[in-house]
């Protein structure tokens, strides 16, 4: 990845953390860059939190307030975030508010910790949560084991590997994933 595009992606990282903080929300890093806090390879694309179903219109508003440029895709399970300077990309910051379907409560909070990522001290989803939201979310369309498989095996230790089992129990894609991260023994 570009130094670029990598500095990019952790000035909006913490510029949207900040901003989710003065919402005064619960809020926490979610997706690669949440297990990239806790260890994982650093991704390239974007940048996820996650806040609750029911807090989202309130944090849209909030944020677009402060001068970020937000924007509503057609996806209704979230919202997105632009920042960037001319001339160079934008790096993008989704907000998540659902997950495999399922609305965000703020009961999905539970577990998380208090890190510092880049200086800036933010809530990040524990590994098991986050494990638990990659592989509830693979699908026949979505379903990269060739980034899945080394965040995995980096964040293993920190993983509940019982509650990952009982939670993608369900979902074939997550379930086979699991299978192979049994057999390369990372699970335990």
Not at 18 to 41: C, D, M, N, Q, T
Not at 70 to 80: A, G, N, S
Not at 89 to 116: C, I, N, Y
Request: glycine share 6%; aromatic share 6%; hydrophobic share 45%.
């Amino acid at each position: 990845m570009p130094d670029e595009v990598r500095r990019g992606l952790r000035e909006a990282l913490k510029t949207v953390a900040v901003a989710l903080k003065e919402v005064e929300v619960p809020f926490a890093l979610a997706g690669s860059y949440g297990l990239w806090a806790r260890g994982g390879p650093e991704p390239d694309h974007d940048v996820d939190f996650m806040v609750a179903e029911d807090d989202a219109p309130r944090v849209m508003e909030r944020l677009a307030e402060r001068g970020l440029q937000v924007v509503q895709p057609p996806e209704d399970w979230l919202f997105k975030i632009f920042i960037g300077e001319d001339p160079g990309p934008a790096a993008m910051v989704d907000v998540l508010f659902r997950s495999a379907g399922e609305p965000v409560t703020r009961r999905h909070f539970d577990g998380v910790d208090e890190l510092e990522v880049e200086s800036v001290a933010m809530p990040v989803l524990s590994a098991t949560t986050l494990m638990i939201d990659k592989m509830r979310a693979m699908e026949e369309h979505a379903c990269n084991l060739s980034a899945a498989l080394p965040a995995a095996r980096a964040v293993r230790e920190q993983i509940e590997w019982d509650r990952v089992r009982e939670s993608v129990q369900d979902n074939p894609y997550g379930s086979a994933f699991l299978y192979l991260l049994d057999r390369l023994h990372i699970t335990g």
